[in-house]
């Protein structure tokens, strides 16, 4: 285990960016909730077999951000065209199948609840008007984090 936290803090303009989300559950909602509440303006496209409700209202009811849901079976040609992948699904073959062929087409990663597969972490995150603050436990403990904030 590292003894300090090498990562890197950024900052990213997800209105400029595409991000493709993989699961469309409860692992998918929260993802997408996190990425909607800090950066309400996003570009996200969700691809699932199934899309839970919760998505589906959550993607109703945000305005400023372009969310397209795409319900079918996760192919590597849904990767074109973004920029990050998170893959969340509750299936650890698939999720490592969406992170194998977003490597190879040279996008970074992030698989939900494995820190391992990452190449980033969506770390806890305190707002206060213009001030935003990102909390990172070095993906050793995410329930501390959001406890922290």
Do not use: W
Request: charged fraction near 25%; proline fraction near 5%; glycine fraction near 6%.
């Amino acid at each position: 285990m590292a003894t300090r936290n090498n990562l890197y803090p950024i900052f990213l303009k997800l209105q400029r960016l595409n991000v493709l989300i993989v699961g469309g559950g409860s692992v998918g909602l929260e993802k997408l909730s996190f990425l909607l509440k800090s950066s309400p303006d996003a570009r996200v496209t969700l691809v699932a077999k199934e899309i839970a409700p919760a998505i589906r209202n959550l993607a109703l009811h945000s305005p400023e951000a372009e969310v397209i849901l795409r319900q079918k079976p996760f192919e590597a040609a849904d990767l074109q065209g973004h920029d990050l992948v998170i893959a969340a699904t509750n299936d650890r073959r698939l999720n490592e199948r969406v992170r194998r062929e977003a490597k190879r087409q040279g996008l970074l990663v992030n698989v939900a609840d494995t820190p391992d597969l990452c190449d980033f972490y969506l770390g806890a995150i305190v707002t206060k008007g213009h001030l935003k603050v990102a909390i990172s436990t070095n993906g050793q403990s995410p329930t501390f984090a959001k406890r922290f904030r």
